[in-house]
């Protein structure tokens, strides 16, 4: 089955900062989502992206599908943005089982 | 437009119990999907129904466990004769194309 990998497993930074997370996969998708779940375990729709570029506030995402991979951007981090990041991605068309990566754990110190 | 519901939130149960998770899906939304998700560790998908239909199961054990989407009321996902590794968060996602909605989890505790 497809594989996803996700980097950094940890990120701790200062409010204020910016980051970079990113999703590599191992099979052409047609379906790619990053999740963020939050402290209190519920997960957010972020994105739907299976290729191209998206912004929300402070948040953006590109997929270069050719490539394999993905990114997800955050702005000027709060507090609120602490949780773990997940990218889960789909391979056939309609069947849109998702598969997920092991997460990107974000910690924002105030 | 409400989301995703899943009841109960919190699920205790001894061991050799049964469990039984259920979930509604958003209003319009056919399909129906479940992961379970074990301490410290991504999601992990299940099984994915239509109405009165399972389309994949390729990710249910083979023994205990059982899911069904029937024509008139919530998804229910079923876990017999529970043993303390069934010990995790169970999601529940529905959709009517490509972007799946998640409900809040259903943890169960088997002690």
């Known amino acids: 089955g497809i594989q996803v990998e996700q980097s950094p497993p940890d990120l701790i930074l200062q409010e204020g900062a910016n980051s970079t997370l990113r999703c590599n996969f191992s099979?052409?998708?047609?379906?790619l989502q990053w999740f963020h779940q939050n402290p209190w375990g519920q997960l957010i729709n972020l994105f739907y992206i299976p290729s191209g570029t998206k912004q929300n506030g402070r948040l953006s995402a590109t997929t270069v599908a050719t490539e394999r991979y993905s990114l997800l951007y955050i702005s000027s981090s709060q507090t609120t943005d602490s949780g773990v990041y997940f990218c889960a991605v789909a391979s056939n068309f309609g069947n849109e089982k998702l598969t997920f990566g092991t997460g990107t754990r974000l910690t924002i110190i105030p | 437009n409400a989301g995703v519901m899943q009841n109960p939130r919190h699920l205790v149960r001894r061991r050799g119990q049964e469990a039984r998770l259920r979930c509604s899906p958003m209003k319009g939304h056919s399909h129906v999907y479940w992961y379970r998700q074990l301490p410290e560790e991504g999601l992990k998908f299940m099984v994915y129904l239509q109405k009165e239909n399972i389309i994949d199961e390729s990710g249910m054990p083979k023994e205990r466990f059982s899911a069904e989407f029937p024509k008139e009321g919530p998804s229910i996902l079923r876990i017999q004769q529970v043993v303390r590794g069934d010990s995790a968060a169970y999601f529940c996602?529905?959709?009517?194309?490509?972007?799946?909605?998640f409900g809040p989890g259903t943890r169960l505790l088997v002690l």
């Open positions: 996602a529905s959709s009517i194309q490509e972007t799946q909605y």
């Open positions: 099979d052409s998708v047609n379906n």
